[in-house]
């Protein structure tokens, strides 16, 4: 069964940084894009920063500049550097993958989120 894992939320002054991690397990043959989303209280859930398996990035125009995403293929990780926090990114962060469990059959996954919250 595959599964997403989360890790790096936490309580941040403004100005503040913190490093999301999410890392993938179970079996799979690949993962295409991953990404985070974020879910601000009483808010829809909302695109952070997504990156394909060849390194393409996309973000927020509400993060750009202040965040970075990354991933390592082994060990399956994608890391969300956030810099420059304000109040306005405190949410529940989600990771999410695409991952292709067998061949021609592509599902995505979620994690059980992470809280952040900034500080003002």
């Known amino acids: 069964q595959v599964q997403l894992l989360e890790s790096g939320g936490g309580l941040v002054e403004a100005g503040g940084s913190l490093r999301l991690s999410c890392a993938a397990s179970?079996?799979?043959?690949?993962?295409?894009?991953m990404g985070w989303f974020r879910q601000p209280p009483g808010k829809q859930r909302e695109l952070v920063a997504v990156?394909?398996?060849?390194?393409?990035?996309n973000y927020a125009d509400s993060v750009k500049g202040r965040f970075t995403i990354s991933r390592d293929n082994a060990p399956n990780t994608v890391n969300l550097q956030m810099n420059s926090l304000k109040p306005e990114d405190t949410a529940v962060y989600y990771c999410?993958?695409?991952?292709?469990?067998?061949?021609?059959?592509?599902?995505?996954?979620w994690g059980q989120g992470t809280q952040v919250t900034v500080a003002s």
């Open positions: 999410n993958a695409d991952i292709v469990t067998r061949v021609a059959i592509t599902t995505r996954y």
């Open positions: 179970g079996s799979f043959l690949r993962i295409n894009y």
């Open positions: 990156i394909s398996s060849g390194g393409l990035t």
